[in-house]
């Protein structure tokens, strides 16, 4: 078949004139079609499923009946462009609640349309050819996506086990740092499961400042915090002059599908996040955004979700260690982030995690998500279906019963 006329016509950033034409299969569609395989094979056994990335349970009750009420509500049907006022407020307000945090809820916080839309926007407000953008690997990558959109490059900051998942702001070589005009962080770290410290938030806002770059600091699973308080980078001193802090309710507040965040921080570059979205799209659903309210304002909301997840990472790691695992509890998010094994007594061996994570799946139904970025590392997220903790237990007993039928290497 000859190629549409518009084939020569797709610009470079998505593959120019290759693009649609590629044969690489990228991790997820890999993993999909392993699941689909397992499934295959081998129907009467349970797929274990620790590969879902997104929250197992519908947003709660509560917020379900405000959003009946409000969706009926004749003021709500508009244009919402940049937010409503009650959605800032509820956002400003829990900021201070949680994280001691003061923001003007009319100029220092303005809503998205989930946290991905905000990251994919940012960098429209600073980005122009040859500009670079530091990022945090491994992690989500949208943000760096679309730097390199707007002819910015994306120098990787790894983090490593050795360095305590942190990146290593003071290697970053003095050529780098003088066309870097961005900072992407994300704390708690996905996949890696780390917390921050005040003291490297302390180190980022120094480090801002020393090199005159702006901080993007993203924090959707900041209510999953399970080592020390939830921590905001706008609670250090000085963070406010040099960054934004981007939140969702996805995590924290089982409302994935809702598409409800915020950005908020420094006035002037919320200002600039707010232009830029105001060209992209004319805002959530105003009904969607009172029931977010509504949910912010709920103490036991973030509570429960933060208890369940924190529960059944304690069962995996348990769990992890019996079967030859070295992992310990994760600071955060509902991830467990653990090294990889190099193979099977008597068996394979595994040149990088995802040749493990192929393993376990097509072999064993348990599916996990490998990481070769910062070393061989297999996520195992938490996010499984199991209607309550007796299903969870059996979960686990069937998990470790398969592992323990296998003799994983970890040298
Ligand atoms: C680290 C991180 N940031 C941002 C997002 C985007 O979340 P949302 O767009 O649902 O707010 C995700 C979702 O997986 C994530 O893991």
């Given at each position: ?111 998205c349309i989930g946290s991905k839309t905000a990251l994919a ?19 989500y990558?949208v ?77 959707a ?27 969702s309710?996805s ?8 598409r409800?965040g ?150």
């Amino acid at each position: 078949m000859s190629d549409p006329y518009f084939q020569k016509l797709f610009a470079e950033r998505i593959g120019g004139e290759n693009y649609g034409k590629g044969t690489a299969i990228y991790k997820f569609e890999k993993i999909k079609r392993a699941k689909r395989k397992a499934l295959a094979d081998y129907p009467d056994r349970q797929l274990i499923d620790f590969g879902i990335g997104e929250n197992d349970e519908m947003a709660p009750e509560s917020v379900r009946k405000v959003m009946a009420e409000e969706i009926n509500k004749p003021e709500n049907r508009g244009y919402a462009d940049n937010g409503v006022a009650e959605f800032k407020k509820a956002a400003a307000d829990y900021m201070k609640r949680m994280f001691g945090v003061e923001l003007d809820a009319a100029t220092e916080v303005n809503h998205c349309i989930g946290s991905k839309t905000a990251l994919a926007m940012l960098p429209a407000c600073f980005i122009n050819p040859g500009d670079i953008c530091l990022m945090t690997v491994p992690g989500y990558p949208v943000a760096g996506t679309h730097a390199a959109y707007y002819g910015g490059t994306v120098y990787k900051l790894p983090l490593l086990a050795e360095n305590d998942f942190f990146p290593d702001l003071d290697g970053i070589p003095a050529e780098v740092k003088e066309k870097a005009k961005l900072l992407v962080i994300n704390y708690p770290n996905s996949p890696t499961g780390k917390v921050a410290t005040k003291e490297f938030y302390e180190k980022v806002v120094k480090f801002a400042k020393d090199n005159n770059l702006v901080v993007v600091q993203d924090a959707a699973h900041t209510v999953l915090t399970f080592e020390g308080e939830p921590l905001s980078f706008l609670s250090v001193p000085g963070a406010k002059d040099v960054g934004v802090e981007v939140h969702s309710l996805s995590k924290g507040f089982d409302m994935i599908g809702w598409r409800i965040g915020w950005v908020c921080g420094n006035p002037l570059l919320v200002q600039a996040f707010s232009d830029v979205k105001d060209n992209c799209d004319s805002g959530q659903f105003i009904a969607i955004q009172k029931a977010a309210a509504a949910a912010l304002a709920s103490e036991a909301i973030p509570k429960q979700t933060n208890a369940k997840y924190e529960r059944r990472l304690k069962k995996l790691v348990d769990m992890l260690n019996r079967c030859g695992f070295q992992c310990k509890m994760p600071g955060g998010t509902y991830f467990l982030y653990t090294k990889s094994p190099s193979g099977v007594e008597g068996g394979p061996s595994f040149a990088n995690a995802e040749e493990a994570s192929q393993y376990l799946i097509t072999e064993k139904s348990i599916c996990t998500v490998p990481w070769d970025d910062a070393g061989a590392f297999l996520r195992f997220s938490v996010t499984y279906v199991a209607a309550d903790e007796a299903a969870e237990d059996a979960l686990m007993e069937e998990t470790e019963k398969r592992l323990k039928q296998i003799s994983l290497k970890f040298d």
